[in-house]
């Protein structure tokens, strides 16, 4: 079955989906962009994804193409005409088609992209179980990380930075020497005291959709928790490492710049915060 793409209001086939060579999103990188992860056809935290979607084009004011209940509808059904049960729908809003100047255009119509892609839940578990090796970089992104823009070849160099040294990701390091998150993913540690501990929301990081939720599985379990920014020294001494994401979900880390987190494997309380995620995230 060849998968189909949803464009400016038509869907197409995925291999003749285009825009315009004067999208704003091609020309500047600006737009913003969501991803939605799907499990046994469950769209994963749906609601926060429309929350930050706003939040995100408000930022860069760029207004909504159309309201969240219709769009809700178009995700659903690019969903559907994919045959997607489990896999990610990726979204795409720029300011839409212009001619090249830096400032913002006028009477122009956002553009927006949908697609949606399977993937393989049983492998995406197994690398959970298994666990997986983060890299650190220095942090050279800009100073508004808590916009999810499609602005994001800092983060690109960062991942491939990983590949190139056998890890699954890579997270940066700031001027201070403390971590702020993954390329992809926000990044936590649970400390030799037993604290979850994440680095508290501001502009240096996204508002991630999955730490949220996860934020909220901790309190149902009643753990110590703080939101603070912490060194590659403490993330390597600490007894458990993770990540999240709508992509990874939550993926425990094993080793940090080579060096064994707690015993080098996925830890309980990392792994439990999976199960409970996979349990109570589908709409």
């Known amino acids: ?18 825009i315009h060579i004067e999208d704003r999103g ?23 994804h429309f929350r930050r979607l706003k939040r995100s084009l408000g930022e860069l004011r760029i ?31 720029t300011r839409g088609v212009a001619p090249r100047n830096h400032a913002f255009p006028k009477d122009t119509f956002p553009s927006i992209v949908i697609t949606a892609k399977s993937t393989n839940p049983a492998k995406a578990d197994q690398t959970a179980k298994n666990g997986v090796a983060v890299i650190t970089v220095p942090d050279e992104r800009w100073a508004r990380c808590d916009i999810k823009t499609v602005s994001l070849l800092p ?24 971590i702020t998150e993954g390329s992809s993913s926000n990044a936590w540690i649970i400390t030799r005291e037993g604290v979850l501990t994440t680095r508290n929301l501001s502009s240096d990081i996204l508002g991630g959709i999955t730490r949220a939720h996860v934020l909220t599985l901790a309190a149902e379990r009643q753990l110590k928790v703080e939101e603070r920014s912490f060194s590659l020294e403490e993330a390597q001494n600490a007894q458990e490492a993770f990540m999240t994401s709508a992509t990874t979900l939550v993926t425990p880390i094993t080793h940090i710049d080579g060096v064994a987190v707690g015993q080098g494997k996925p830890g309980p309380l990392a792994s439990a915060l999976r199960k409970d995620y996979l349990q109570t995230a589908a709409t």
């Open 1 to 18: 079955m060849s998968r189909i793409a949803y464009v400016n209001g038509a869907y197409v086939p995925h291999n003749q989906a285009c």
């Open 26 to 48: 091609y020309q500047f990188s600006d737009g913003v962009y969501e991803v939605w992860a799907v499990r046994q056809g469950k769209m994963l935290d749906s609601e926060g």
């Open 63 to 93: 207004a909504m193409p159309m309201s969240v209940g219709a769009l809700d509808v178009v995700l659903r059904e690019i969903m559907r005409k994919n045959r997607v049960r489990n896999g990610l729908i990726y979204l795409q809003i």
């Open 155 to 178: 983060n690109i160099l960062a991942k491939q930075a990983a590949h190139e040294k056998g890890a699954f990701e890579a997270w940066m390091v700031d001027e201070k020497g403390q």
